[in-house]
């Protein structure tokens, strides 16, 4: 990580993991399918402004942590190969998945308060804040606050667009969905392992 590292770049890369991080399958997924078959294009902003809610709350405590480590290019170039490693592996997952989404089942509830059980019922979404998200916010922060914000709007953008897309296909007919969300989830696969070797290269190199 060094302080030469442009705002714009930042962006497009938070962008782009976020966005394909979304693309796979998982709890908050399905709440905005099922919300969105009975509330319509509404959903994804409350669903997405719950889940964005708690995202800030956790970049904001680990924030704490990033600015007490900040010094210690040891443990900050561990944290970037261990993050470059798990973004790899998310996306060899993504690129061998076959998986779908099945919203068959009804949710029940506001669609703000599901946004949030769903985002915390979800175990790599710790996972993820924990490693990869660290990376990011680590990188951002030498940048200073602003970078950390670029950050953190390039990751709530890419869910905004993500789930806005999802609610729309939703709405016009489930088939869309499941094949856009397939062949999104293959070439995403790809790109993050792409760049977790990139997070991983800078982490061991520098």
């Not at 991080?21 to 997405?48: D, H, N, Y």
């Not at 998310?90 to 949030?116: C, P, Q």
């Not at 979404?125 to 680590?138: E, K």
């Not at 950390?148 to 953008?157: K, S, T």
Request: hydrophobic share 55%; proline share 2%.
């Amino acid at each position: 990580m060094n302080n030469s590292i442009p705002l714009y770049q930042i962006f497009l890369a938070s962008f782009t993991v976020a966005f394909v991080g979304a693309a796979s399958p998982g709890p908050l997924m399905v709440v905005t399918i099922a919300k969105s078959l009975k509330e319509g294009i509404k959903t994804p902003f409350i669903v997405v402004g719950a889940h964005a809610l708690l995202e800030l709350l956790m970049l904001s405590i680990l924030l704490v942590a990033a600015n007490a480590i900040k010094d210690n290019h040891l443990l900050v170039s561990l944290i970037g190969v261990v993050g470059g490693l798990c973004l790899a592996y998310l996306g060899y997952g993504m690129w061998r998945s076959e998986s779908s989404v099945d919203a068959d089942n009804e949710k029940r509830g506001h669609s703000f308060v599901l946004g949030a059980v769903a985002t915390m019922s979800n175990p790599y979404w710790f996972l993820w804040w924990a490693t990869i998200g660290f990376t990011f916010l680590l990188m951002g922060w030498q940048r200073g606050i602003l970078g950390v914000l670029v950050f953190y709007i390039g990751h709530e953008l890419a869910d905004l667009v993500w789930y806005l897309l999802v609610g729309a296909l939703t709405v016009s007919g489930k088939k869309k969905l499941e094949r856009y969300s397939s062949l999104i989830t293959q070439i995403g696969g790809i790109l993050l392992i792409f760049l977790g070797a990139y997070f991983f290269a800078k982490g061991l190199f520098g």
